[in-house]
């Protein structure tokens, strides 16, 4: 009962604290932009690895997601439930674009069909379960995909040198992470409201490490599945990919001590304050996008001076 009281006052202190940020539904078409350098990310095979294996599964995982948080669509507070609905609009244009991306890297000559087969089965387990652990779930997977946005819009190392046509979609995507990265957690918090606080905390945290779980069996056998497409033995790119994930600045690494503090009673997102990484990836995507547009106004200038003499 003393637990359960402790616990309580954690989680209301942390639902009044900062962190959050209003939620946008940003425009943002791939337009089947190409991968012209395999590898794109600065020319690492093992860097390109992991975020092509992250694209793979974003698809099907995203549209699971949508489906899950869409059963709540009506049953939460008025304020929830508009950012629940612009959840919705963020992640299903998530997963649109993340298609589009799929669909270059297999002209590119990568094979991902294992990968979206391997995730593909796990949405499939979820199939028949109830709405609320579909809510955790997502809950919890939120959670890794704010810190490893948060991290990526943190430390630009991780993405440096990336190709152009690529870096877009990854700016766009992670500052949206970052920015719904509490609505998933807040309708689970409305949807237990009747638990108990030990119950809740017992729920999350036991589904949390199932996902974890998931994600490094799946996310690491990804990897080497695409590094084996680029000539690298077994061997050879198992321990590539988890020199690149967990050696001194490695991506995994960095994200080990956010993804604890999800385990402590009384967490909510809103007492990491990364606020700032929004402006930050904001800033860079809006640059991406007008260097973009200069790249091509040119061709636009001559389209439009023939045009007339067509007529």
Known sequence: MQRDKKI????????????????????????????????????????????????????????????????????????????????????????REHEDMNGALTKSGYDISALEAVIGKLVARFKGRSDITKLLATACIEHFTAIIAAEILENGSHLAGADEEQLPIWIWHAVEEVEHKAVAYDCFLEATKEWSALKRVSARNLMMFVITASFFINRTRGQVTLLRQDGFGRIAALFGTLRYGFAKGGLGRNVLKPWARFLKPGFHPAQIDDRHLITKGERLFADLQAADKAKQQPAERRKNIRLPKAA
């Open 8 to 95: 309580n006052r954690g989680n209301q202190t942390a639902q009044k604290a900062g962190g959050l940020a209003d939620l946008t539904a940003r425009e943002f078409r791939q337009n089947g932009a190409a991968i012209p350098r395999r590898h794109w990310v600065g020319g690492d095979p093992f860097a390109t690895a992991f975020f092509n294996s992250l694209s793979a599964i974003f698809p099907q995982g995203e549209a699971f997601m949508v489906r899950s948080m869409a059963a709540w669509r009506g049953k939460m507070p008025p304020k929830l439930d508009a950012d629940l609905r612009k959840f919705l609009e963020q992640e299903a244009a998530h997963s």
